[in-house]
């Protein structure tokens, strides 16, 4: 039990951060600006131009201009993702990096975009340098970094297998269309998508307004709340592989009344399984379509259990219980996702009889099915208190 009461106690501390939609210094979403539309003939310049280069020999044709990705130095345990209303200024900047324990920041530009219709929390970074502070098998590969650079977008495990983006594909973006040039998930929480600085400019993405802060030996409670003194009003921080101290005591006891009840249990079954059939939908809550974590919170929601949103937080709402002592109700997780083997990929609630209900991909619906142990991370049963306390 000691490592379930760190990973408890790690999560309580934690705050949602949510990132503000693109431009959204205003208060409101940023449009792509139309291309105003060019003159008769400055069109027929433009195709005379490109009939031109296509007629020229190979060796005649532009230089391309992207640069090489810096290799892989040095990894930076990312421990708090701060986010601003505007751009980091150098002063800004200096304060923060005083700060005791800062070892390491990397600027990114954050935003909320619609990608292939959905909506994904998005980060524009500079590839050589940002690798640095993603899980290491994603900032070990020198293509997925390079692809990026070159104008493609890399989406989360989740989103691309589960979502359904598949890899090379081309994607409708805010302005035109993106390729999906690979799954790397971050480990910065709820961001599903990266892309470089450049592309980032033409999507619209505000500048500068989120940092990523490396302080392995600082407690992240402690330095969170000076980064909020030192950055202006209406900054948000949230921990990311939080450094806390070690609990006083070595296990939690659970008094009568810290789960749920039996009445609670079946309502929240019953629940669910009054979706079998209804599509999965990536990043949808209900009522008419839901993704793995959106079925949880919907179906815990009509039983008055209110569950946090996504996988990793829900994996925290209970301690953790065998699988050979699952009880119907329960939840079980899974880690799935290769660019970070750590990481919370899916949940499904336990049915009983070595069956669970789930929302499982693009493409399928709600069902019930055989329990597969294959990348199991474990069981935890719900306690209503500890889940309310989870953000």
């Known amino acids: 039990m000691p490592f379930i009461v760190v990973a408890l106690v790690a999560v309580l501390t934690a705050d949602v951060l949510l990132l503000t939609t693109s431009g959204q210094e205003t208060k409101q979403p940023v449009r792509a600006q139309a291309t105003p539309k060019s003159t008769l003939m400055a069109q027929q310049q433009r195709r005379q131009q490109q009939k031109q280069q296509q007629q020229q020999p190979a060796q005649q044709q532009p230089a391309s201009t992207i640069q090489p990705v810096t290799p892989l130095k040095k990894l930076h345990k990312p421990n708090l993702f701060v986010l601003t209303r505007k751009p980091f200024t150098n002063e800004l900047l200096r304060k923060v990096a005083k700060l005791r324990g800062v070892r390491a920041l990397e600027l ?10 959905k909506r994904v929390q998005t980060l524009a970074v500079n590839p050589s340098t940002f690798r ?13 970094w390079q692809n990026v650079a070159a104008g493609d977008v890399a989406v989360s495990f989740v989103l691309g297998n589960d979502g359904g983006l598949a890899l090379h594909r081309r994607v409708a973006g805010p302005v035109g269309t993106l390729r999906i040039g690979a799954y790397a998930t971050t480990g910065l929480g709820a961001v599903d998508a990266v892309v470089s600085k450049d592309v980032g400019r033409t999507l619209g993405l505000p500048r500068d307004n989120a940092l990523i802060v490396s302080a392995p030996d600082a407690n992240s409670d402690t330095l969170r709340k000076a980064i909020l003194k030192a950055l202006p009003k209406g900054t948000q921080v949230a921990m990311v592989n939080p450094v806390l101290p070690q609990p006083q005591t070595k296990a939690r006891s659970w008094p009568a009344g810290s789960f749920m009840t039996g009445e609670q249990i079946t309502v929240a079954l019953q629940a669910a399984a009054s979706k079998l059939g209804r599509p999965y939908v990536w990043g949808a809550e209900g009522p008419d379509t839901f993704d793995c974590s959106g079925l949880v919170q919907w179906a815990f929601a009509r039983a008055g259990v209110r569950m946090p949103r996504v996988t990793h937080q829900q994996w925290v709402t209970g301690p953790q219980v065998p699988l050979s002592q ?3 109700g329960d939840l079980i997780f899974w880690r799935s996702d290769p660019t970070n083997p750590g990481y919370i990929s899916h949940v499904a609630i336990y049915w009983g009889n070595g069956k669970m209900i789930q929302a499982p991909r693009t493409g399928d619906v709600v069902k019930i099915s055989p329990v597969h142990t294959r990348n199991l991370a474990g069981v935890v049963r719900v306690s209503p208190t500890m889940a309310v306390k989870v953000r």
Do not use: E, R
């Open 108 to 117: 990114a530009d954050a935003a909320s975009i619609t990608l292939d219709g």
């Open 132 to 144: 640095s502070y993603t899980p290491k098998v994603t900032a070990s590969s020198d293509a997925l």
């Open 326 to 328: 699952a009880q119907p």
